[in-house]
Every structure is written in structure tokens, then in C-alpha cells.
């Protein structure tokens, strides 16, 4: 049973340029939500989708948009990217309505703007 | 706002000591996690609480959440050196919405 996988795992951009990092969610999970970790921080929420919409934000700009897939999968878009924005990138994923609500997080995407 | 905060923020120990890290939350939760981090590495979940009272141990850790007092603690006993690492406490915003507000984190360096 696959966990959560990221792509890339690292990733070096410039500031101004635009990323996307991709996500698939474990097994059996329809629920995805992308957070960030700034180093020796911890992560915060971004946002999360579930049935293809966003149904939760954390206190990010516009900047930062996603996009979720029929197959549960997804997607981090981030435009005009900031020196500020090189952080560790952890999808998570879970199964809505389980009585634990546990997250799995997937290995991350390390992201360098330079 | 729900804030999460815990102490200490270092912890540096010698083999085969005892020490608890603690977690204080600002606003009411019925659900606490507490994750593990390894230097470069992702999140693996410890344990998962969802009620007053409850109590979780694994090996040489335990966590315990107290609702009323909005604290959880993880206790470690005996430490050894393959338990240094960064260890995360988070609550879910809301009632199982899966926003997690997360701690600073508390590294522990555990010295042989």
C-alpha cells in the first residue's frame, strides 16, 4: 500500500518564477492538505481540498493556489515566488469522515528560491 | 485564533533519563496529534488523542491530553539515542476539519 508521494523532491527556482509541486494522496484517502515548513518552524496550513474544491485556507496570499483531481491527487501552484517562500513543501493526505482523522504526510518537496 | 505552543523548545538528555515535553493550546479541541520529525525527513505520527483523559504509550514514549487544562504531554522514559529527533504536537482547528495548528517543536538531542 503506497503512502502519500511528492514530486519533485527538490526543486530550485528563481524569484519571480512560477512552481507547481504534485501530490498523491494514500491509498483509500480523499482528502488532501499542503502545508508549509519554514526551517526550524513548524508547518503551517495552507489549504486543503476535498471533491475537487478548496475547502479550507490558512493565511497565505493569492500567490499560492491548488487544484485537486478526479483520481483525489493534487496539485501546489505558486506565482510570483518570494525569496520567503523556500521551505519545506509536505502534502497530506486523509480519509474525511474517519473517527481518527489522522494525516500521513508524504516526504516533501524542498523548494530553493533564489 | 487557535494557538499552539510547547516547551521546551530544546531538550538536550542523557541515556536512560526521564523528561516530558509539554503542549498548551489556546482555544477548546477534542483532538490532539503528535508527530516526529527527523532531521531533512517528513512527518511520522505518533499518537493520536481524542478525548479528556486519554492516554497513548509506545515503547519509551506516552502521551496524555487533558482538554479542560488544554495540555498534552509527552513523557519519555529511559531516553536513548535513536529517539533524538523534532517532535511536533498539533490540533485540529475545528472538529475533525483537518487543519492542524502545529507547535514550534521541540528538539531532543539525547546524548550517550
Known amino acids: 500500500d503506497a503512502g502519500v508521494t511528492q514530486s519533485p523532491t527538490h526543486l530550485i527556482k528563481t524569484r519571480g518564477q512560477q512552481v507547481t509541486l504534485r501530490c498523491s494522496p494514500k491509498s483509500g484517502h480523499d482528502t488532501v492538505s499542503w502545508y508549509q515548513q519554514a526551517l526550524g518552524q513548524g508547518p503551517q496550513f495552507i489549504f486543503q481540498y476535498y471533491e475537487e474544491e478548496e475547502r479550507q485556507r490558512g493565511n497565505f496570499p493569492d500567490r499560492f493556489s491548488g487544484h485537486q483531481f478526479p483520481n483525489y491527487s493534487s496539485e501546489l501552484n505558486v506565482n510570483a515566488l518570494l525569496l520567503g517562500d523556500s521551505a519545506l513543501y509536505l502534502c497530506?493526505?486523509?480519509?474525511?469522515?474517519?473517527?481518527?482523522?489522522?494525516?500521513?504526510f508524504g516526504p516533501g518537496t524542498r523548494l530553493t528560491v533564489t | 485564533e487557535l494557538k499552539v505552543e510547547q516547551n521546551p523548545l530544546f531538550l538536550s538528555m542523557q541515556e536512560g533519563k526521564n523528561y516530558t515535553i509539554y503542549c498548551n493550546y489556546s482555544?477548546?479541541?477534542?483532538?490532539l496529534y503528535w508527530y516526529r520529525q527527523d532531521p531533512g525527513k517528513s512527518l511520522e505520527s505518533l499518537f493520536v488523542l481524542l478525548s479528556n483523559g486519554a492516554v497513548k504509550q509506545e515503547g519509551r514514549l506516552m502521551a496524555s491530553l487533558d482538554t479542560k487544562a488544554r495540555l498534552s504531554t509527552l513523557h519519555i522514559t529511559a531516553a536513548v539515542h535513536d529517539l533524538s529527533a523534532t517532535y511536533f504536537c498539533?490540533?485540529?482547528?475545528?472538529?475533525?476539519?483537518?487543519?492542524?495548528?502545529f507547535g514550534q517543536g521541540t528538539t531532543l538531542q539525547v546524548k550517550p
Open positions: 482555544t477548546t479541541s477534542d483532538r
Open positions: 497530506a493526505s486523509r480519509m474525511t469522515g474517519g473517527v481518527q482523522g489522522e494525516q500521513y
Open positions: 498539533a490540533v485540529d482547528d475545528s472538529s475533525n476539519t483537518g487543519k492542524l495548528i
